[in-house]
């Protein structure tokens, strides 16, 4: 974790302000980007990742040598069309590919684990404009995000209201619900229930809360997905045995069930990529997140100063951020006056949606976009 | 755990069969009972408890103090009647209130631990009729039981029909779907992550896997809850400090929300009254339920045999087992010409609502217990 030689880096020329008080000094900000930028400066598009995601959009990611993670939306002559839009993702700050988080070499020379300050979605949003003035991008052509890369679209529409002509925000929500912070707290506590936490303090020690970052990334990709997807996709099958033979109740304790050797596999996977203090601060950024709180309590308050053009999705198997969430923020932008669509899509998969093959999904981006 | 002196005790006179092939020796049944049984012995009604749940229904737990887990629908006057019934609640066989279960000690004079056999719901049922045949009762008046409580009701029309008048299953389901299993499974693994389990082999030992179990309480209390009910409850509120000042976002891992601290509660109490392996064992024989699939793989057979009247109960707010699943056990029913009622009750609290003050559920128990 920390450095990343695959993506470039800005470091940001001022200390990063956050709402918690603190400042970061020295904030790396490590990102990809596809396509040209105009001479114009004028066709940039910044995509803001969720919780586990990263900037590797639309190129290998450099630790797995899997695809970019929405390679089918972005690219040339795709709905984020890279032949026409410079598109420009960041890895937030905080995040444990590139960017300066909890996995960083802090002012003391040693990583700054838990002493890592906390950090809210508005000030990963801060250090994005920050890069975009390092890029000389006084304005976006769209911001676009899914889940928390949505909260970050959003906040950015909310708190740099001239930076981006159009806001694009899919499955996502103004607030974290007691539900979302619930999922998350149980994920928290797993990651530092697991003794190899070692108080945050496991960088360089050869041990890793691996155990525990593996059952919080259960916990939550069961949120990911819906009930009906996860009964068409695995239903009650039974897991084959490593013998070949088929599967049959063991009556003990192994993964008799597709689903739990699915997840298994989710969550041991996850633990090779992501840093359990990232997962942590990350969380507690998601769960802080509450936009009409930020403005006074009233969210079409966030919204006052905005000249964008908005677009909403929501999918109507996600019960993560249901389609009242994103039907909340569309009626705080109409009582903004801000120009606004919102679609919802039928899709089976829950909140996964907005990453999976879904034709309906594209022609909103690529009509959105323009 | 193990022996528990505040319940009457049966030991089976025979090795209990098990579906896993094995059979249990031995087996000690421990039992509360509330009303007389009557000389012709035909008003005995069966409580099924539910996953966490034990004996103590209607009087209070040993260990906690609290009062019985139903105390509001069983007692003299009250909708399950005890100055007209006799109510038998016994632990599960797996339990870890006195019955025989992984903490108990096994043929080589050490606790089974892991070494006790994986169970079933049919099991239980199957002890529960040994624990009948032993007080003489031929017929139930009825079974009733909720959640877990409600499949071991089921289980015992479908593989013991001539045993119950009546059939009361609330908020329960005949099988454990795909996201079912999936919670669970993040439940067990939460436990056996924890070092502090040793391969189960923790008793005597001074140490217990508490953090695991703590998490694995914690992501099953959720799906307990309905997402309204959260917010209604909750929401987004702070906690107070404990030196008394209003809630504020302390920037840090403490726990800011109320619905943390309530879930932090929720973990650590359980593990003062439940034994991490009996969680692994009972968690394994719910997702193991499927009553149509011990059937030949269609539910109405199931109850093919059946001369008992049914009656399901749902909760709208339920997403644990969702009225879907009732109306599943109804159609069945339907098919299998058993005389079925069916109740959809409205209520914010999700699955936990069995358990809560509800007045047209009281009304629905009174009616079809008669």
């Known amino acids: 974790m920390g450095s990343n030689p695959a993506s470039s880096t800005f470091e940001l020329p001022f200390p990063l302000p956050l ?3 603190q400042t970061l000094a020295n904030a790396v900000i490590a990102y990809e980007s596809y396509g040209t930028l105009s001479a114009e400066r004028d066709n940039a598009i910044l995509l803001c990742h969720a919780l586990t995601g990263d900037q590797f959009v639309a190129s290998p990611h450099p630790l ?15 709905p984020i069309d890279t032949g026409r839009f410079h598109v420009i993702c960041a890895n937030i700050v905080g995040g444990c590919m590139g960017s300066t988080g909890p996995g960083s070499v802090g002012p003391d020379g040693k990583p700054y684990a838990m002493r890592f300050p906390v950090i809210t979605i508005r000030d990963m949003v801060r250090a994005s404009v920050a890069l975009l003035d390092g890029l000389g991008i006084e304005r976006l052509h769209a911001v676009v995000g899914g889940s928390m890369g949505g909260m970050q679209a959003l906040s950015l529409a909310a708190n740099f209201p001239e930076r981006a002509e159009r806001v694009l925000a899919i499955a996502t929500t103004a607030r974290h619900s007691a539900q979302n912070i619930a999922f998350h707290e149980v994920g928290r506590q797993a990651v530092m229930a697991d003794p190899d ?24 990709h069961i949120t990911y997905l819906s009930e009906a997807g996860l009964t068409e996709k695995f239903g009650r099958n039974l897991q084959d045995r490593p013998d070949g033979s088929r599967g049959a109740k063991s009556f003990g304790f192994d993964a008799d069930f597709q689903i739990e050797s699915y997840l298994r596999y989710q969550g041991s996977g996850f633990t090779q990529r992501f840093d359990a203090n990232s997962y942590l601060y990350i969380t507690r950024a998601m769960d802080y997140f509450d936009l009409a709180e930020e ?3 009233r969210l079409a308050d966030a919204f006052a100063g905005t000249t964008a053009r908005f677009c909403l999705v929501s999918f109507d198997s996600d019960w993560l951020y249901p389609t009242a969430e994103s039907r909340h923020v569309v009626h705080a ?15 089976p998969h829950g909140h996964d949606s907005f990453l999976l093959e879904h034709a309906a999904l594209d022609r909103v981006v690529r009509g959105f976009i323009g």
Do not use: C, I
């Open 19 to 21: 709402d918690g008080g």
């Open 64 to 78: 797995t040598g899997k695809p970019g993670w929405w390679e089918r939306m972005v690219g040339p002559g795709k």
């Open 197 to 220: 936490w070692q108080g945050g303090d496991y960088y360089g020690s050869g041990r890793a809360p691996d155990k525990g970052l593996s059952v919080a990334r259960m916990a939550a």
């Open 295 to 297: 403005h006074g309590g």
């Open 333 to 347: 932008l109409n009582a903004a006056g801000a120009p606004v669509s919102f679609v919802e899509l039928s899709a």
